[in-house]
C-alpha cells in the first residue's frame, strides 16, 4: 500500500476522531448557577436595553397596540388612522422635543406576534437575552420552559430590568429617560437592601444594550441626562454616566451608522409577505433614524459618477425626492397633516421636519464621535458580527432610488467597521484601529444581527462578564 495513502487515511482518522463533539454547547447551568444566585448581593445590577424596533409601543388613549404585533385588530399603517398613530407628529417651527403624541413604549419586544391567513405565528426577538440574564418580569412560563433558559437566579432575584423606550424618537431623548430610569431603579434596589437588611451605600449599574440601544447608551455614559445645544454646538463631555454605570456590553451597534437606515427612510419598510408597508413619508418622520445614518465622511452613499453624497444637506433629500420629499408621498402626508388642505404647505412643513431632524442627527453623532477615553471605572465591551456579506455602501440610480453595491464583513445589518466605529474607512488605512471610542475589549461572532444574542458564544461571554468577571 502507497506510504502517502497510509498518512494520509491515518490523518483524516486522527482529525475526524479529534473533531467530534467540538460544537457542544456550554453547560451554562453549570457554569454560572452558584453566582447567578448571589449576584444580586455581591455584584451590579444588570440593565437589558434593546435596538430599534425593539419595544412595543401602545396608545394611551386607546389602549391600541402600535407596535408589537401584527394580527387582526392592531395598528395598520396602510390607513390614515394607522398612519397617525405611528408617525411623530410634525409642525413647523417647533422643535423636535415638543413633537409628542399620546403612545408610549410598553415593554420589550420579546416575542413577536404575526397572523398569517388567520394562522398565528410566534418568532423570538429579544427572548433570548431576556432568558439568559433572567429580567424581571420575563421569568414566565413561555420563558422557563425555553431550553436555552439554563440559568437559575434563585426566587430573591430583584437586580434585573429591561428599559424600554420609544425608539422612533431622538436618542438623547432616550438617554434622558435612561438616566431618569437608572435613578428610579437604584432607590428601589437601595430600598431592597435595607429590607433585606444589607449595607450597601454604592449602586451601580451593568448595561447590555443591543443594536439602536447602544448609541443611546453611549450617549448618556459620556453626557448623562444633558441635552444637545440648541445653537449647535456641543455639550460638555463629562463622562457623567460613568457614576452610575460600570460595564456596558454593546452588541451590534452601528456606532458609524447603517446603510439600511438610509434605504428604510427612502424606500419604506416592508415586515414582510402580506404584511402591511411603512411608508418613506411615515418613517421619516423618526428623529432616530436620522441619527442612524452613515457619516458622510466615510463616503458609504455615491452618485453614479462615484462622487460622494453628503446626507446632512435637506437639499440632497430635495434633489432625489427621498422620504419626506417625494412628491408621491403626498398622500401619505395628506393622512398625517389632516388639517392642512394644501399640498405645497403640506411639503413645507415636511420639510421643516426633515432639516430639524437631519441637524439633530449630524449633533447627536459628532457627540459621539468625539475622541475620549472612558474614566479607568468604566469598561466597554463590544460584541459584533463579521462573517456575513453586510451592505456598506450605496449607489444613487438615475431614478433617485438606492442600491447597495459594496458589501464588507459584518452581521447581516452591521458592518464590523461601523461596530467598531473604525476611522479608517473612507479615508488613509492603517495597521491599527482608528476609532474615536476606547473599547476595553471585542469579541465578534459568526451569526446575523439578531443571532447575535441567541449564540451560546454569546450567552457563555456575557454571563462571564456580567458574574464572574473581576471588577478592576
Not at 439578531?450 to 468577571?469: I, Q, R
Request: hydrophobic fraction near 40%.
Amino acid at each position: 500500500m502507497n506510504k502517502n495513502y497510509v498518512f494520509a487515511f491515518i490523518a483524516a482518522f486522527l482529525l475526524t476522531a479529534c473533531s467530534k463533539n467540538v460544537y457542544t454547547d456550554p453547560d451554562l447551568g453549570g457554569l454560572y448557577n452558584r453566582a447567578a444566585v448571589r449576584s444580586h448581593l455581591e455584584g451590579n445590577p444588570v440593565i437589558v436595553i434593546p435596538g430599534i424596533l425593539g419595544s412595543k409601543l401602545r396608545d394611551s388613549e386607546s389602549g391600541q397596540l402600535v407596535w408589537g404585533a401584527f394580527e387582526k385588530g392592531t395598528t395598520n399603517p396602510e390607513t390614515p388612522e394607522g398612519a397617525r398613530l405611528i408617525a411623530i407628529p410634525m409642525k413647523k417651527g417647533a422643535p423636535l422635543s415638543e413633537l409628542t403624541d399620546s403612545v408610549h413604549s410598553d415593554g420589550a419586544l420579546d416575542i413577536v406576534k404575526v397572523s398569517l391567513f388567520g394562522l398565528p405565528i410566534e418568532l423570538n426577538a429579544y427572548v433570548n437575552i431576556l432568558t439568559t440574564l433572567g429580567v424581571g418580569g420575563y421569568v414566565d412560563e413561555a420563558i422557563a420552559s425555553n431550553d436555552a433558559n439554563q440559568i437559575d437566579y434563585g426566587d430573591d432575584h430583584f437586580t434585573c430590568f429591561q428599559f424600554d423606550y420609544d425608539w422612533r424618537l431622538d436618542n438623547v431623548e432616550n438617554a434622558r429617560r435612561l438616566g431618569e430610569f437608572i435613578k428610579e431603579k437604584r432607590a428601589y434596589i437601595l430600598e431592597e437592601y435595607k429590607k433585606r437588611g444589607i449595607e450597601r451605600e454604592e449602586v451601580k449599574f451593568d448595561i447590555v444594550a443591543h443594536s439602536m440601544g447602544g448609541l443611546l447608551t453611549r450617549y448618556y455614559l459620556r453626557y448623562g441626562e444633558e441635552d444637545l445645544p440648541s445653537d449647535g454646538s456641543l455639550p460638555e463631555l463629562t463622562w457623567a454616566g460613568a457614576d452610575y454605570v460600570e460595564k456596558a456590553i454593546i452588541i451590534g451597534t452601528p456606532s458609524a451608522g447603517a446603510v439600511g437606515s438610509v434605504e428604510t427612510l427612502v424606500h419604506g419598510r416592508d415586515i414582510g409577505p402580506f404584511l402591511p408597508k411603512y411608508e418613506p413619508a411615515i418613517i421619516g418622520t423618526f428623529p432616530s433614524l436620522y441619527q442612524q445614518m452613515p457619516r458622510t465622511r466615510h463616503k458609504a452613499v455615491r452618485d453614479q459618477n462615484g462622487a460622494s453624497i453628503d446626507l446632512g444637506d435637506p437639499e440632497t433629500w430635495e434633489l432625489y425626492g427621498w422620504s419626506l420629499m417625494d412628491p408621491e408621498q403626498d398622500r401619505v402626508l395628506e393622512w398625517l397633516l389632516p388639517e392642512v388642505p394644501n399640498a405645497a404647505e403640506r411639503r413645507e412643513i415636511a420639510l421643516d421636519h426633515l432639516t430639524k431632524s437631519l441637524e439633530r442627527g449630524i449633533q447627536f453623532q459628532e457627540a459621539l464621535d468625539v475622541p475620549a477615553t472612558p474614566p479607568a471605572n468604566l469598561k466597554l465591551y463590544l460584541i459584533a458580527g463579521d462573517a456575513i456579506p453586510t451592505g456598506a455602501g450605496l449607489t444613487v440610480l438615475e431614478t433617485g432610488e438606492l442600491e447597495v453595491t459594496n458589501y464588507t464583513p459584518g452581521d447581516g445589518t452591521v458592518t464590523r467597521s461601523s461596530a467598531l466605529m473604525d476611522e479608517r474607512v473612507g479615508g488613509q488605512w492603517n495597521l491599527r484601529l482608528v476609532s474615536p471610542v476606547k473599547w476595553s475589549n471585542v469579541m465578534f461572532i459568526f451569526t446575523d444581527h439578531l443571532g447575535l444574542t441567541k449564540s451560546p458564544v454569546f450567552s457563555d461571554n456575557v454571563l462571564y462578564l456580567l458574574l464572574e468577571h473581576p471588577i478592576n
